[in-house]
């Protein structure tokens, strides 16, 4: 234990404790009211922005980044967490070439900090949960042109889809042509690339089956 000097049991101190008491019981108060009017619901100004948005399903306060809304589909009693990323496109007012572009079934929770990018289409089936600090996206950046920098190379996509009832652990990744089946645990910190079929466990980088069901 670091070891202090007494506080000194003086009207002074009595006062200022309580009043520090008082200060820190109306910041959490203040952020728990926060957090609830800046949640994200369907029948909210900003959830109306969605292309569609399903009843009892939430986006938590605060969000990180949310654009083109129009082309993101979210289920009924879906919930995404705190500091969460969902886009469509690049840039806000992109016009896409698919719609929609990203699609969450129902009954989903998002981890707190995880982020969706679509350009192409991200399909997530039903009852998906995933771990904190999921990354999810359906487009890499082009680097075989050694004559330009990586940033300005072509961007490939490719689809992605995550069947029902899958469970993503924190950190996983799933980068673009990912098809994930239904009933799959994906380890934490691991990298999808490619297929998993129903029913098994995987984890690594790349990620690769390691208990079928």
């Known amino acids: 234990m670091l070891e202090r000097d007494p506080v000194p049991d003086t009207l002074r101190q009595r006062l200022l404790t309580s009043v520090k008491r008082a200060s820190s019981e109306a ?25 569609k948005f399903g009843k009892n399903s939430v986006i938590c306060f605060p969000p990180n980044t949310l654009f ?4 993101i589909h979210i289920g009924e009693g879906t919930m995404i967490g ?15 070439i698919t719609d929609p ?4 079934g129902d009954r989903c929770l998002i981890g707190k900090g995880s ?28 680097y075989e042109d050694l004559d330009l920098p990586i940033s300005m190379q072509v961007m490939p996509e490719r689809p992605v889809s995550i069947g029902d009832g899958a469970w993503l652990g924190h950190g996983s990744i799933v980068l673009p042509g990912s098809n994930i089946g239904k009933h799959v645990v994906v380890g ?25 069901l």
């Open 27 to 51: 910041v959490h108060r203040g952020w728990e009211l926060a957090a609830e009017l800046g949640a994200i619901g369907p029948d909210t100004g900003r959830g109306k922005r969605f292309g």
């Open 188 to 212: 934490a910190n691991s990298v999808v690339t490619g297929d998993l079929p129903d029913n098994c466990i995987a984890a690594g980088v790349p990620a690769r089956v390691i208990k079928q």
């Open 82 to 96: 705190p500091q969460a990323t969902l886009s469509a496109g690049m840039v806000p007012g992109q016009k896409m």
């Open 101 to 104: 572009v990203v699609s969450i």
């Open 68 to 71: 083109n809304e129009q082309y």
């Open 115 to 142: 982020g969706i990018v679509g350009h192409l289409r991200i399909e997530i089936g039903n009852d998906v949960w995933t771990g904190h600090h999921v990354y999810i996206t359906d487009q890499n950046h082009g």
